[in-house]
């Protein structure tokens, strides 16, 4: 039979912590929304410049586009990682965590 034993004191979060937790994740969602936004701008322009459309003729154009379409916006987006954990990174720094 399993005993259910109490956690210890020590693995509880305190409200600061659980305060400081929360802004990381919203920074979090905040870099990643932006990053987002950036990549669909982006990508976006990329497409109207090279008048992508226009090599768009039947259904079977357009299915080997739209992979394309994907994996340049994937790849703007990934870019991003390095930038939004440097700046969530640092805010996180800022916290103070100790009371």
């Known amino acids: 039979m399993l005993s259910a034993k109490a956690a210890p ?14 802004a ?10 932006f990053a987002m936004l950036m990549a669909v701008s982006t990508v976006g322009y990329e497409l109207y410049r090279e008048r ?14 739209v992979p394309k379409i994907w994996w340049r916006w994937q790849k703007r987006y990934l870019f991003s990682t390095p930038v939004t954990l440097a700046i969530v990174g640092a805010f996180a720094l800022t916290l103070d965590w100790t009371h």
Do not use: F, H, K
């Open 24 to 33: 990381v994740y919203a920074a979090t969602g905040v870099c990643c929304a």
């Open 9 to 22: 004191e020590s693995a509880a979060m305190t409200q600061t912590e659980l305060g400081n937790w929360l």
């Open 52 to 65: 992508t459309w226009r090599s768009v003729t039947d259904l079977a154009s357009a299915a080997l586009v």
